[in-house]
């Protein structure tokens, strides 16, 4: 990569607004990832309480 391409590809430090967090936020959670993830919050729970009293680490 050339020293011309690497400042053209300066990261900002800056946060965005929080407005803007506020719109990615409400659109994550509309998305299938999100809406999958959540479907396996019984499974997961399930799961803990299965291995509650289990000795996993020796």
Do not use: F, G, W
Request: charged residues 30%.
């Amino acid at each position: 990569m050339t020293t011309s391409q690497e400042s053209s590809r300066k990261i900002s430090l800056e946060m965005k607004s929080e407005v803007h967090y506020k719109k990615a936020a409400k659109s994550y959670r509309k998305s299938q990832q999100y809406i999958k993830m959540i479907n396996l919050y019984p499974t997961l729970q399930t799961t803990l309480i299965e291995c509650k009293d289990e000795n996993l680490i020796e």
